[in-house]
Each structure stands twice: as structure tokens, then as C-alpha cells.
């Protein structure tokens, strides 16, 4: 079966009738922009609207359907904070229909006075009178006749309502296509087929169906690690058998020499492992784990070391240019004092012509770069060793396309987020991994505090006289600007504010709308110039080194989630001064963002604070799921998905042990499920090479 027949799921959203370009820009806030992304928009709860013939025994606080009468409607005076209001006939009771937030037109629209309509929504009781704020669905009264009392709940933004969701992925789904199985026969269990499983997770009955376990979701999420597992196994079997890289180990030495301090035992373990699988015939691809300011980038530069004294080139792979910025600062002038030719390429580097050339003769060992370094013009005369800096994961074919510029290239991966053996499986395949559980010597540990926002004005004071003894500050808050829907910090508000206190030359501003050059201006300020606060949003959560700065302040903490919490903290404690972290939280705060504060507060272990993540998000917990490092699925929870991951990766060794590739019908019906899921690209690394 040929991929043609998935063409109308990828067709754009523009294509269903009533989706024009305002709605089109306000479903880019939830990641929608094809037809395809509408069916994995699943619900997140259920509606329950019994349809009632009359208001007799109904209580306040009710949910229900009601066919309604329209007799006229109260429009307020301008000014006035009273409500517009529609006052609506049901049998022998009136209802009034209220709404607070009025577009006089299009309510005079919905609610034609002497028509019927179908209401649903909550009832209330207002002196004495029966009331409904906002009803949630106002449609022909003929839909009483075929009335749904239960309709699935879909995540929302501002704009976007829930009945055109409904509306929405009810005529998406018409457009799913009958396909063949993929999932072989001894792993599919009883699990309906993938266009039933589609269909009845948009129709759920009762809050069960929405969980994880449920069949019906088991198979969706299923069929995204197996697509993901299949790609991999792809990838993973069109690589080279790899080559030896041996070294003598004196330009390690000379570079522990200059910097300094020796290695934790972590440290030390990490690097030997490292070293053994350079030194072996077979290709490395190697994950090497630490917490916060645990040392990586130290042993991947003595691993970088090890293959340049060998006679390779090395390649640093980062995701932002900050990070860039960052190591080569550190970098360069550590590679200068032993003899190594360290460069940056980014895609602001204005001589990019003559990087290509001194690549491409040899002259320069390192090169550190973001997505610039992919680019087909970047060619290199010995590749041996590329290590990623995988805060934001890069792509299965990114880091492919990379390691194709050199011959049986070896790979080490790098990550700060704690991550179960399962996850290590999905995103990196079965690989080695090298743990660094102890901190550098001289490290201090992170005093962390929380206060409500309410105390702002004791914050304030305490910074006076911090500013006054020379300390350097971070404050991050969780938006750029004002928002009309969220009541959070704005930097740029906060910004505002602190320069009146504390003067403009005092406090600086970065986040990631900014240009290139204004982020190195407000960096550099902070580094070495007079700025001594930096009003930041999490653009800084990784890859920013200012040694000097040791005070944290995170506004609107319980917005943030553990893991981010903790990069964020791990900006500063990064020399031998005491170091703060200030969390400060808005009101009202749940339970789960009080427990995700105290966690913060108890510990610095990246690894506690990690399964305490598990453990409150599982509870329920929506907020802060972004998490550096960790794959980022559609149906699938990367952090609660352990055995069905396994067999998933099970399932496709054993499809590719009996079809390596993908011919057989069931083979052919997995390439489908490729393209589904964006995968297709591993099946061409397979073909090409």
C-alpha cells in the first residue's frame, strides 16, 4: 500500500470547512496545523449533559441539556458591570442565559429572539431565579432529537471553544483510512484496530477511558513507540562497524594540568569507559548522564582530547547559540594553552568561508556549533568523534546527517536530565550509557527558600543589599510579555521595574525573541560588565556559565516544572561562594505545586528530584511537562510508558529480524506507520546507505 492514501490526513487544517486564517494562527498555539495532528489531540475528560424537558427538580450546580424558547434579551448600558443578559423560556419556567464577557452581535446571532435552541451548560440560582453563565453548546433545537448527553473535553486556548473542537475532529476523523496491521501478531494483545482505536478515544464514556491503561489508549501510544523503535533499529543497522581510536593520554595530562583540579571517581569511571570504546574496532555511541554542574563537558573534552591526539577531528553539536557561545569561551583558551585549534560555527558567523576551509584541511580540530554544523557546505578532513549536547533532543537523522561527514564516526551523547533505562531505549537505542553521580570539588551547595509573592517587597530589600556587596543575580520569569489570559511575571514588566530601582545600567534583559547580538550584549553585561541583575525567561536554562553569579530567583516557581526548576537553579553554584535560589510562588498554589516547591527546597539530587517528577506528574498534574532531554511524544508519556516502550522494542526487532527491509505486507503496512509518524526519514537513511 502505497503512502498516497495518508495524503489527506497531512493536508493542512485551512482544508476543513470553517477553519479560516485567524482560527488557523490560534491552533498554532496547540501545536495544530494539519489534519493529522487533530486526531492525536485526544480528550482530557468527559462531558455530561442528560438532556432535561424541563427545569422541574433540577438542582444549582447541575450539568444539563435543556431545549430552550428565546423571549429577549437585556443588553447593560456601557459602563455598567452588569451582565448581558438572554432571558429564555423552558415549559413553565424562565432561565436566564448571562454573559459577561458580551459580543452583542454574535449573541443576537446564536440566540434569535422567538427561535429554539439547544443549550448546555451549569446551572445557577440568582435571587430566586434560575441562571446559566456562558452555556458551553448552543445548537439547533432539532439536536434534541439525536442528542450525545456525553462529549469528550479537548485542551483549549484563548479562541478556540470547545464545541468547534468537537466540530473539528469529528470531521477529521472521517478522513481516516482503512490500513492494513502492523503490529506483529504475538504483541498486539486485545487491542482494537488503529482506525477503531482512533475513533472510540474520541468518544469517551466515562473518565476511565481517558486513562493510560485503557486498551484503547495502549494501542495509540503503542503505535508511536513502535514507529519511534522501528526508525531507530533503521537508523542504528545502516551504521558503519566503526574503527579504533587509541592516544598516548599526554595531552589529557597536560589539559588536567592547566585545568587544575582532578577528576571526581565519577569522572574518572566515565572517562575509562569512554576511552575503552574509542580505543575497540566497533563503533561508539555512548550516552554519558550527570546531574547539574557534574562535569560533563570536562570528560567530553578530555574524550575530544583523546581522538585529536589520535589524529581526528572532533565536532560539538549544541541546540543553542548560547550554549555555543558558552563552550567555546571555556573551550578555546583551554585548547589554546595544549595545542588544540578550537573554532565556533554558527549560523550569525559572519566568515563561515573561512571555517569551511580550515575544516576541510584539518586545521581545525574542534569545532563547536548548533544546527550550522549540519549544513552540507561544512565538510571535514578527519572526522573521528562527535559529541551532542542533547538538552533539546536533536533528531534521529540530525545526528546521522553529522556523523556522516566522517568515516565509522564515533557518537557521545550528552544529558543533564536523569533518565530510566526505558528512556535511554527510546531515544537512544540500545546504547552504553556512563553515569556521573558526584559533583566537582568545590562545588557549594544551593541554599533554596520559598516565599509567596506577597512578600515582594522583603525580596526587594534583601537584593538591595546584595547588590550593594557586588553579587550577581538571576530573576526568571515564566512570560516575555504580558499575557490578558495569564496573571504570571512578564520580564520585560519586571525589567521595567527593577531599572527604576536599582538603576539601568544595574539590570539587564534577555530572552529568546531577542537578536543574536542583543543576547551576547546582555550576557556579556552580566559576565563582565556593570549589570549585576539579569531578567531572564528560561532561555537560560542551560548552557549559561557565569561562574560569579550565585544568587537565583524564580518568579511564579509553581508555573515551572522539577526538572526545569532544577536546570534553572543549576545556573548558579558553579564556583566556591554560597549560593541562593529564591522560589517565588503566586496564589493560589495546589498541592502538587506546594509539594514541587518543598522537593526543590529538600534536595539537590537530580535523581530524586527526577522520580519525584514521576511521581507528582502521575498524580494528575499538567503543568511543566517539558522535559530537557527526554523524547517528546504525542500519545505516548515518555516518563510512564516503560512497558509498553519494551515491547514495543521487542516488536520491532522481531518485524526486522523476519523483513530487515520492510518488503513483506506487514512491512509495507509499517512503513505507513513511519510516515504517521514522521518517520520516514530513518527508512531513507536505510535505503540511501
Known amino acids: 500500500m502505497r503512502p498516497e ?30 489534519v493529522l495532528d487533530l486526531m492525536w489531540h485526544l480528550p482530557v475528560g468527559v462531558a455530561h449533559f442528560p438532556l432535561k424537558s424541563s427545569l422541574m427538580g433540577c438542582q444549582p450546580g447541575q450539568p444539563i441539556a435543556l431545549v430552550v424558547s428565546i423571549l429577549e434579551h437585556e443588553v447593560p448600558f456601557k459602563g455598567h458591570q452588569k451582565p448581558y443578559k438572554v432571558v429564555c423560556q423552558a415549559g413553565q419556567d424562565l432561565i436566564d442565559l448571562t454573559f459577561f464577557k458580551a459580543y452583542p452581535k454574535t449573541i443576537e446571532t446564536r440566540l434569535p429572539v422567538g427561535e429554539k435552541r439547544l443549550i448546555c451548560g451549569t446551572l445557577d440560582r440568582f435571587l430566586g431565579m434560575w441562571q446559566m453563565a456562558h452555556p458551553e453548546r448552543i445548537v439547533p433545537a432539532e439536536v434534541a432529537a439525536y442528542w450525545q448527553e456525553k462529549s469528550p473535553l479537548y485542551p483549549l486556548t484563548a479562541g478556540f471553544f470547545q464545541s468547534q473542537a468537537q466540530k473539528m475532529i469529528q470531521t477529521a476523523l472521517k478522513r481516516i483510512p482503512e490500513l492494513p496491521e502492523w503490529i506483529p501478531l504475538a504483541y498486539k494483545e486485545d487491542w482494537p484496530s488503529w482506525r477503531q482505536a482512533l475513533e472510540k478515544a474520541h468518544s469517551p464514556q466515562q473518565e476511565p477511558d481517558l486513562l493510560p491503561t485503557h486498551p484503547v489508549r495502549q494501542r495509540l501510544a503503542f503505535d508511536e513507540l513502535f514507529a519511534d523503535q522501528l526508525a531507530l533499529s533503521l537508523v542504528r543497522r545502516s551504521q558503519p562497524k566503526g ?142 568523534l562527535v559529541v551532542i549536547d542533547e538538552q533539546h533532543r536533536f533528531g534521529v537523522e540530525q545526528r546521522a546527517s553529522l556523523t556522516a561527514k566522517g568515516n565509522d564516526v564515533d557518537v557521545l551523547v550528552m544529558t543533564a536530565t536523569p533518565i530510566p533505562r ?67 511575571a512578564a520580564a520585560k514588566d519586571r525589567y521595567d521595574h527593577l531599572k527604576i530601582l536599582f538603576g539601568e545600567k544595574k539590570v539587564g534583559l534577555i530572552h529568546g525573541r531577542q537578536k543574536g547580538e542583543e543576547k551576547d550584549l546582555a550576557m556579556a553585561a552580566f559576565k563582565d560588565g556593570p549589570c549585576q541583575i539579569l531578567v531572564a525567561t528560561t532561555v537560560i536554562e542551560v548552557g549559561i556559565d557565569v561562574k560569579s553569579a550565585n544568587i537565583m530567583v524564580i518568579e511564579h516557581a509553581e508555573r515551572f516544572g522539577l526538572a526545569q526548576l532544577h536546570q534553572l537553579r543549576g545556573r548558579v553554584g558553579r564556583s566556591d561562594q554560597e549560593s541562593h535560589c529564591l522560589l517565588l510562588y503566586g496564589f493560589p498554589i495546589s498541592d502538587i505545586g506546594k509539594r514541587r516547591l518543598q522537593v526543590l527546597r529538600e534536595t539537590e539530587d537530580g535523581f530524586r528530584i527526577a522520580k519525584e517528577d514521576l511521581i507528582l506528574r502521575g498524580g494528575g498534574d499538567v503543568l511543566g511537562t517539558k522535559q530537557s532531554g527526554l523524547p517528546s511524544y504525542k500519545l505516548a508519556d515518555p516518563l510512564t510508558c516503560g512497558p509498553l516502550l519494551e515491547k514495543a522494542y521487542e516488536a520491532a526487532q522481531t518485524l526486522l529480524k523476519d523483513d530487515p527491509h520492510l518488503h513483506s505486507p506487514q512491512g509495507q503496512a509499517a512503513r505507513l506507520l513511519l510516515y504517521l509518524f514522521g518517520q520516514e526519514k530513518g527508512i531513507r537513511l536505510l535505503t540511501s546507505g
Not at 470547512?17 to 496545523?33: A, C, E, F, M
Not at 571517581?265 to 546531574?291: C, N, S
Not at 562545588?443 to 550577581?472: A, C, D, F, M, P
Request: some cysteine; overall charge positive.
Open 243 to 384: 574503527k579504533s581510536i587509541s592516544s598516548t593520554g599526554l595531552l589529557k595530562e597536560k589539559i588536567l594540568k592547566e585545568f587544575g583540579y582532578s577528576l571526581t571517581p565519577g569522572q574518572k569511571r566515565a572517562l575509562a569507559e569512554i576511552e575503552k570504546d574509542l580505543a575497540a574496532p566497533t563503533r561508539m555511541v555512548r550516552l554519558l548522564q550527570g546531574d547539574v554542574g557534574s562535569g560533563k563537558t570536562l570528560v567530553a573534552f578530555l574524550a575530544i582530547a583523546h581522538a585529536i591526539e589520535a589524529g581526528y577531528q572532533a565536532a560539538l553539536l549544541v541546540p543553542t547559540e548560547i550554549l555555543a557561545s558558552q563552550h567555546i569561551q571555556t573551550l578555546k583558551s583551554l585548547g589554546e594553552k595544549v595545542g588544540i585549534c578550537v573554532a565556533l560555527l554558527t549560523s550569525r558567523l559572519k566568515n563561515k568561508k573561512a571555517v569551511y576551509e580550515e575544516l576541510a584541511n584539518g586545521k581545525i580540530q574542534l569545532i563547536i556549533g548548533t544546527h550550522a554544523l549540519l549544513q552540507e557546505t561544512v565538510q571535514f578532513s578527519n572526522l573521528g
Open 422 to 488: 526505558t528512556l535511554q531505549l527510546t531515544t537512544y537505542g540500545d546504547l552504553n550509557v556512563s553515569l556521573i553521580p558526584d559533583k566537582p570539588q568545590g562545588r557549594q551547595s544551593i541554599q533554596t527558600r520559598v516565599l509567596g509573592l506577597n512578600r515582594l517587597e522583603e525580596v526587594y530589600e534583601g537584593l538591595t543589599r546584595l547588590i550593594e556587596q557586588g553579587h550577581k543575580i538571576y530573576w526568571v520569569c515564566p512570560l516575555v510579555e504580558e499575557s490578558e489570559t495569564l496573571d504570571l
Open 5 to 34: 492514501i495518508l495524503y489527506p490526513l497531512f493536508a493542512p487544517l485551512e482544508n476543513l470547512k470553517g477553519v479560516g486564517p485567524s482560527l488557523t494562527k490560534i491552533l498554532r498555539r496547540l501545536n495544530l496545523t494539519r
